[in-house]
C-alpha cells in the first residue's frame, strides 16, 4: 500500500478490499465494551483540520484512540494566511514536534497533496476542497458492501452537485475500482466542466434525467446541495431543484427493493432528500456514519501499523 | 568610449563587423583592424546574432510596495541578462501608479539602477478599482511622459469606464492595455483552465472564454472610438480569431503574449505546484499552437513576458490561495528562440520584430527597436543561437524563485546586452 | 508427525483437557488463527463425542496485539468470533498450531483480557518446539519436538493444507 493516502488512486483494488475487510474486525471492537486495542500505542496523529468538520474529525478523533494512539487536533483556521505564515512552514512546524502522522482536511483543492511534499510524515487526506475525501468513498463503499455483497457489477447512481463534491470524485474512483458502474445525475449547470470526455476515458455514464435512471440502480447516494448554489445561478429555486433532482417519495416508491440509499451527510431533508427517503429501511444513512469510525480505524492500521509505515 | 562586434549576423542579414561609438552605431561593414587600436573593447561575435536591443510591454517590478520579491534594480538586472534593453514596469504596485508623482518616482529609481530603461505604465482607473479614470493626461505630461496605461492584474471590465479610457488617451498618443477577464465568467478565484483537469483536481475554472468575450468587447469599442487598444497576454486560441478579425477590420489592436503561453500547457498543474499557477492560467496544447501561429503570422505583434515576481511564502501555500505569477525576464529569449526559432516559425528578423520592433512602436519608446543602422541609438542584444542553457532558478538575478522554467533545456541564449553603447551585461553575466 | 499421528495426539489432548477440567463445564475453546481454530474444532468434536454435548468454541485472533508489527509488512486482520456464553469467569482453553517464541500467546492473553475476565486461561498446542523468549508453558502438548532455531517446523492440516503432517525443514541438522 502506499505510503499516503491523499486519493482514492493511491489504492488499487487489493488495498481497498484489505481496508474493507479489516475496518469488519474494526466494526465488532466497536461493539465491545473494552473498545481499545494496543495496536498503535506509541503513535501520535494530528488532526490538522484548516475547516471544520465535526463529523470527520471526530471520526479520526475515535478511530485513532481506539487503536491506542496519540490524537491531537489542530485547527488550522487563522493561522497560515492571515498571519502570512505559509502553508508549509504552518504543517512544518507541526510535524517538527516529531508527529508520526497528520491527517489533513482543508479548503483548497490539492491541499492534501501540496502538504505531502512538504513534509516527511504520513498523511491522510480528509478532505481538500472540491477534489477528494477518500475515507469517505472508502466507508460509502464499506456500507454498500455489507448490504449489497460484492460491488462487481453493481449499478450505483450518484446525484446532485456534482461540481463543487469531492465524495464525487473519491467515489467515482473507488466504484470503478471495485468494479461497479456509475452513473451521475445533474442538471447541466451542476456538471464539472469536461465531464463529457472525463466519462469517456473514466467509463461512468451521465444523465439530467434522474427518473429514467433510478429503477436501474442498486445504490443512489444523493449529494448534498447546498443553498447558496442558487445565488451562483446553478438553479433558479430549491422547490425546482428537489423536483428535478430530489429523491421524493415517489422516487423512493420506484427504485427496486434491494436498491439502497446513500448520502455523505449533512442532510438537506426535504431538499435533496424526501425525510421519507431518509428513514427508509433501504436506507443506510446511519450505518455510513457507524461505518466511519471502523474504516477510519482500518486506514490508520494498515497506514501506521506496519514495517517502514513511518519515517 | 568605443566597442566593436566582429563578425556577428546582423538580425539575420548577414555577418558584419559593428563599430559602437558615444553610444550610437557608428560604423557597420568589414572593419578589419581598423577599430582595435585605441583601447576598443572587443566582442568576439563569431556564431553570434545581434539583434536591436529587446524591449518588453509588461513587467512588474514590485517596487514600491514588495521589495522582499522584487525591486527595480534586481528586475532591471534581471532584465539586462534577459538581452533586455527596455522594459514597462505595471501599476499594481502598493501605492499604485496612478498619479505623476508615483510614475516619476518609478522612472528615478529606474535610472538609479542604470541597467535599463524602466518605462512606468500608468493605471486606467484611480486605485485599479475599475471605476473612476486615473490622472492619465498628468502622468502623460510628467516626466515619466506614460503612454501605456494599465490596470492588469485587473479587468478594466465596466463597458463604460473602458470606452472613456480609450477616448481620453487619444489626445497624447497613449494606449490602453487591456487584461481581459470577465470576474463574472472568471472570478480571483478562477486558476486553472476550465475543461476536463479542472474538473478532476477540483480547481475552479476559468474557461477561455472570459478572456474572448472582453477582447471582442473592446476591439468594438476601439472602432467605435477610433482609437487604439493593446491586449496584455493573450492565452487563447479562440482570442486570436477575434483579433485576427479586428485587423482584417482595420480595427487599430495590437497584441502580445507571454513566453510561458508558447511552451507550457495546462497539464503541468496536475500535482497542484503553485510554481505553474498564473493569470491567465496555462491552456491545452491546441490554444498553444494557435498563439504560435499567430506570432508568426503578426496576428499577435509581440513578446511580453509579464514577469511576475513572489516572495516564497506567497506561493508556498494550497494552490487556490498561492500567488499568481511567473518569473520571465531572463529566459524570455531562450523560450522564443527555442520554440519559435528552432521550429522555423519565425526568423531572427522576425524575432527583432516581436521581441524589439513592435513593442517599441506600441509603446512610443523612440529610443529602442530602431533598426541596426549607422546613427541609431546603440541598445543592442547579442545572442547565441546555438548555446544550451540548463535552467537553474537558483542562479536568477531576481529576488524571487517562482521560475517554471526550472531545470528545462533551452536553446538559445544572450550572450550581451549593449544600452546606449555600454555594455551592461557580457559573456551572460552582468557587465 | 504423520496423519496417525496428528489425530491420535489430538484425541489425547482432548481427553487430557476433560480429565483436568473434571467434564467440560465452563469449558471454551478459542483456537488462534490460522490453524490453531480447525484444532480448536477437532478437540471440540472429540469432547462432544466423550460428553455428549457441544463445548462452545470459537477463534480469537491476536494480530492487533503483536509485538513485532512494526517489523513486517501489513498483516491482514482475521476474525475474531466468541461464542455466546461470553468468557467471563469460564475456563478458557486457547489452542494454537505451535508454540515457539510465545509472544503469540501472549499477545492471545491481552486480547482475551479485552474480551472479559475469565476464571482461568489453559494452553494447547499440537507442536511444542522450545526456544521461548517469554515465561510461557503449555498445560496440554501434543508432541514435544526439540528443534534448532534456524529449522522451520511446518504443520499442514487436512482443512488448510489437504492432509495432517508436522514436518520439520531447514537448519543445520
Given amino acids: 500500500m502506499k505510503r499516503h493516502l491523499l486519493s482514492m488512486n493511491d489504492l488499487d483494488r487489493q488495498d481497498i478490499l484489505a481496508i474493507l475487510d479489516t475496518a469488519e474486525s474494526m466494526h465488532d471492537v466497536q461493539r465491545r465494551e473494552v473498545k481499545k486495542l494496543p495496536t498503535l500505542r506509541g503513535r501520535t496523529v494530528v488532526n490538522m483540520f484548516f475547516e471544520d468538520s465535526t463529523r470527520t474529525r471526530s471520526s479520526f478523533e475515535i478511530a485513532g484512540k481506539w487503536l491506542s494512539a496519540d490524537v491531537i487536533n489542530i485547527s488550522g483556521k487563522g493561522s497560515s494566511t492571515s498571519k502570512g505564515e505559509s502553508l508549509r512552514d504552518t504543517v512544518r512546524v507541526v510535524t517538527a514536534m516529531g508527529v508520526d502522522g497528520l491527517v489533513i482536511r482543508h479548503g483548497a483543492s490539492g491541499a492534501a497533496h501540496q502538504v505531502a511534499q512538504w513534509v516527511d510524515v504520513v498523511v491522510i487526506n480528509a478532505g481538500d476542497g472540491l477534489h477528494e475525501h477518500p475515507t469517505q468513498a472508502l466507508l460509502d463503499a464499506y456500507t454498500m458492501r455489507q448490504r449489497l455483497g460484492d460491488l462487481e457489477g453493481r449499478q450505483v447512481a450518484i446525484v446532485g452537485d456534482l461540481t463543487h463534491s469531492r465524495v464525487l470524485r473519491s467515489n467515482l474512483i473507488c466504484l470503478k475500482t471495485l468494479g461497479a458502474h456509475v452513473t451521475v445525475v445533474a442538471p447541466p449547470t451542476l456538471m464539472p466542466a469536461g465531464i463529457a470526455t472525463w466519462a469517456k476515458s473514466e467509463g461512468f455514464d451521465t444523465s439530467y434525467d434522474l427518473d429514467a435512471v433510478l429503477p436501474t440502480v442498486d445504490a443512489v447516494m444523493m449529494l448534498r446541495v447546498q443553498r447558496e448554489r442558487m445565488s451562483g445561478g446553478f438553479f433558479p429555486t430549491t422547490r425546482e431543484y428537489t423536483v428535478g433532482y430530489g429523491l421524493t417519495r415517489e422516487r423512493l416508491n420506484a427504485l427496486q427493493e434491494h436498491t439502497v440509499i446513500c448520502h455523505p451527510g449533512p442532510m438537506n431533508r426535504g431538499l435533496e432528500i424526501a425525510a421519507d427517503a431518509a428513514d427508509a429501511a433501504q436506507s443506510l444513512i446511519l450505518d455510513q456514519v457507524s461505518a466511519g469510525v471502523a474504516v477510519r480505524m482500518s486506514v490508520l492500521y494498515h497506514l501506521f501499523a506496519g514495517e517502514g509505515t513511518v519515517a | ?234 492565452s487563447t486560441a479562440g482570442s486570436v480569431e477575434v483579433i485576427r478579425w479586428a485587423k482584417a477590420q482595420g480595427i487599430a489592436v495590437t497584441a502580445e503574449v507571454t513566453p510561458h503561453h508558447l511552451m507550457l500547457t495546462t497539464d503541468l498543474l496536475a500535482g497542484y505546484d503553485p510554481t505553474f499557477k498564473v493569470n491567465p492560467p496555462l491552456r491545452p496544447g491546441e490554444d498553444v499552437e494557435a498563439l504560435r501561429a499567430a506570432l508568426a503570422d503578426g496576428t499577435i505583434d509581440a513578446v511580453a513576458t509579464d514577469h511576475a515576481p513572489h516572495a516564497r511564502h506567497d506561493k508556498e501555500h494550497a494552490f487556490v490561495d498561492a500567488a499568481f505569477g511567473v518569473l520571465g525576464l531572463e529566459t524570455a529569449f531562450s523560450v522564443v528562440s527555442d520554440v519559435m526559432v528552432g521550429s522555423g516559425l519565425l526568423d531572427w528578423a522576425g524575432v527583432a520584430q516581436v521581441m524589439s520592433m513592435r513593442p517599441a512602436r506600441i509603446a512610443g519608446l523612440s529610443g529602442h527597436g530602431r533598426p541596426i543602422a549607422v546613427g541609431e541609438p546603440a541598445n543592442l542584444t547579442l545572442v547565441d543561437p546555438s548555446a544550451t542553457v540548463t535552467v537553474d532558478r537558483d542562479a536568477s538575478k531576481s529576488l524571487s524563485r517562482n521560475n517554471p522554467w526550472h531545470g528545462r533545456r533551452l536553446t538559445g541564449m544572450v550572450h550581451a546586452t549593449l544600452l546606449r553603447g555600454r555594455a551592461t551585461v557580457l559573456k551572460g553575466a552582468l557587465a | 508427525m504423520s496423519s496417525d499421528d496428528v489425530s491420535r495426539a489430538l484425541r489425547r489432548v482432548a481427553h487430557e483437557i476433560l480429565e483436568r477440567n473434571k467434564g467440560s463445564q465452563d469449558l471454551v475453546v478459542l483456537g488462534i488463527p490460522t490453524r490453531g481454530v480447525a484444532l480448536a474444532r477437532r478437540l471440540v468434536r472429540v469432547m462432544a463425542e466423550v460428553e455428549g454435548h457441544e463445548v462452545p468454541c470459537g477463534a480469537i485472533d491476536i494480530t492487533m496485539h503483536r509485538d513485532d508489527l512494526r517489523r513486517h509488512p501489513i498483516r491482514p486482520v482475521e476474525h475474531t468470533d466468541i461464542p455466546a456464553p461470553g468468557i467471563n469467569a469460564k475456563t478458557v482453553v486457547l489452542v494454537d498450531d505451535v508454540l515457539f517464541s510465545g509472544r503469540t500467546v501472549r499477545a492471545a492473553m491481552d486480547a482475551l483480557s479485552e474480551l472479559g475476565r475469565p476464571q482461568a486461561v489453559r494452553l494447547a498446542v499440537l507442536v511444542d518446539r522450545g526456544h521461548r523468549e517469554l515465561p510461557i508453558r503449555a498445560d496440554y502438548v501434543g508432541k514435544n519436538l526439540p528443534t534448532s532455531s534456524s529449522e522451520r517446523v511446518q504443520v499442514r492440516l487436512a482443512e488448510h493444507d489437504g492432509h495432517d503432517e508436522v514436518r520439520i525443514s531447514g537448519g543445520d541438522r
Fill in chain 2, 1 to 234: 568610449m568605443s566597442l566593436l562586434i566582429k563578425g556577428a549576423d546582423i538580425a539575420g542579414a548577414g555577418r558584419q563587423d559593428v563599430l559602437v561609438r558615444d553610444g550610437v552605431v557608428a560604423e557597420i561593414g568589414s572593419l578589419g583592424g581598423a577599430g582595435a587600436a585605441r583601447g576598443t573593447e572587443t566582442i568576439d561575435a563569431d556564431g553570434l546574432v545581434v539583434l536591436p536591443g529587446l524591449v518588453d510591454l509588461h513587467t512588474h517590478l514590485r517596487e514600491p510596495g514588495r521589495e522582499d520579491a522584487e525591486t527595480i534594480a534586481s528586475g532591471s538586472a534581471a532584465a539586462a541578462i534577459g538581452g533586455y534593453t527596455a522594459i514597462l514596469a505595471m501599476a499594481n504596485t502598493t501605492p499604485v501608479t496612478d498619479t505623476a508623482e508615483a510614475a516619476e518616482r518609478v522612472l528615478d529609481l529606474g535610472r538609479l539602477a542604470g541597467l535599463v530603461d524602466v518605462q512606468p505604465v500608468g493605471a486606467v482607473t484611480k486605485g485599479l478599482v475599475g471605476e473612476e479614470l486615473a490622472e492619465l493626461g498628468l502622468m502623460a505630461r510628467s516626466r515619466a511622459q506614460v503612454r501605456v496605461f494599465s490596470d492588469d492584474g485587473r479587468c478594466v471590465h465596466d463597458a463604460r469606464v473602458m470606452r472613456r479610457a480609450l477616448e481620453y488617451v487619444k489626445a497624447f498618443g497613449g494606449v490602453v492595455s487591456q487584461h481581459a477577464q470577465d470576474p463574472k465568467l472568471a472570478d480571483h478565484h478562477a486558476c486553472c483552465h476550465e475543461g476536463e483537469l479542472s474538473g478532476r483536481l477540483g480547481l475552479p475554472g476559468w474557461p477561455g472564454v472570459a478572456e474572448e468575450v472582453v477582447i471582442a468587447r473592446d476591439v468594438m469599442l476601439a472602432r467605435h472610438t477610433g482609437s487604439r487598444v493593446h491586449i496584455a497576454h493573450v
